[in-house]
């Protein structure tokens, strides 16, 4: 069956480890979007740190989407219109960030344009996060928190040992409660359990209509499982970590190799 919609991850996948976009990888999806085939970026960075990607590949248009922060979001990539979202409670903010001092790891979280940190020794994962997207940061105590901010994800950072520890004493309802993955070693993404990537990319093939077996998903990372596990047929990238490459129905070659390049070639252009 022909793959009609394809969902690619952003870190490790779509950006080579300069963290640009290859010629190579702009004119396969160029040819792509020319054959009628919707390119989508699935990541779980915030809808900021995803627009200058969007114009860069002429993906800015009221025909297109994009799948962010993890997939508690679904937009269009032209107007950016919220289609479909799944944002955390103000409870569920209250009660993640109390754990996160509980475990003694560094707290943030993220709206549509903001990301809130409560730590006065802000955490140069913050930081780098921050950097990474472009989405301002503020410190903002938890008292000033309000239900008025809609939370779209929570994540506890920090250095990956601590970070691993801290996961190991969670408690057992919080898995239960809320859907958590690992982006990187130091982020432990915390959303809404019906905010991943897989169930993003489910909901988006109903709304255009098509059948899962008419996607493609791509990606590197932990967080990327549950879109390679939803598609059709899921991708995983060469620098893939293993859980990725065992998800994976194909592996392509690495983000510096021009890995999606490649797999849209194989197997969707062809």
Request: glycine fraction near 4%.
């Amino acid at each position: 069956m022909a793959i009609k919609l394809v969902t690619i991850d952003i870190d490790g996948t779509l950006l080579n480890s300069e963290r640009k976009v290859t010629p190579e990888v702009k004119a396969a999806i160029k040819k792509c979007t020319e054959n009628d085939v919707n390119i989508v970026l699935a990541t779980g960075r915030p809808t900021i740190g995803v627009l200058d990607l969007i114009k860069e590949l002429e993906l800015d248009n009221e025909h297109g989407f994009m799948i962010t922060y993890n997939g508690a979001m679904i937009q269009n990539a032209g107007t950016e219109e919220v289609l479909i979202q799944h944002p955390l409670s103000h409870e569920d903010y209250l009660d993640v960030e109390l754990l996160s001092r509980k475990l003694d790891v560094h707290f943030h979280a993220q709206d549509y344009s903001t990301m809130y940190t409560a730590n006065k020794d802000i955490s140069e994962y913050t930081v780098h996060e921050a950097f990474l997207t472009g989405i301002p940061l503020v410190y903002r105590p938890v008292s000033e928190m309000t239900s008025e901010t809609t939370i779209i994800k929570a994540m506890m950072i920090d250095h990956e040992e601590k970070l691993n520890e801290a996961i190991k004493n969670m408690p057992t309802d919080f898995s239960n409660r809320f859907a958590m993955v690992k982006s990187m070693p130091f982020y432990l993404e915390i959303l809404n359990k019906n905010a991943t990537k897989g169930i993003a990319v489910t909901e988006l093939a109903n709304h255009l209509n098509i059948t899962l077996d008419e996607v493609m998903a791509i990606g590197d990372n932990e967080n990327d499982l549950s879109m390679l596990e939803a598609a059709g047929i899921g991708v995983a990238m060469g620098n893939a970590v293993p859980a990725a490459k065992e998800a994976a129905d194909r592996i392509t070659k690495t983000n510096d190799e021009h890995g999606v390049a490649y797999a849209l070639e194989e197997w969707v252009l062809k």
